[in-house]
């Protein structure tokens, strides 16, 4: 995985990554296992949880890097969260 390193279960559907069990994972780590998703050299991601039904877009204009790792988790992490908590 680009950024984040090898793991043993690198599961991939049509195009889009599955989580699965990866730790760390770029969407957080309140997603569930079947979140599936995609993100750019761009700094772009998207993804779609069918088990919380919630679904994330970020566009941007800078290239991924390290700056992207910390953010990404704690912003996904952020929506769950508030998601949850109806808000």
Known sequence: MPGY???ADNTWGLGFEVKGDKR????????SPRTVGHFG????YLWF???LQLAAVVLTDRPFG?????LWTD???RLI????QGA
């Open 81 to 84: 969260s508030q998601e949850l």
């Open 41 to 44: 050299q761009a700094g772009t």
């Open 5 to 7: 390193g090898k793991f």
């Open 75 to 77: 912003f996904n992490d």
């Open 24 to 31: 760390p994972h770029w969407t957080g780590s309140r997603n």
């Open 49 to 51: 949880d069918p088990d």
């Open 66 to 70: 390290a700056w992207a790792k910390p």
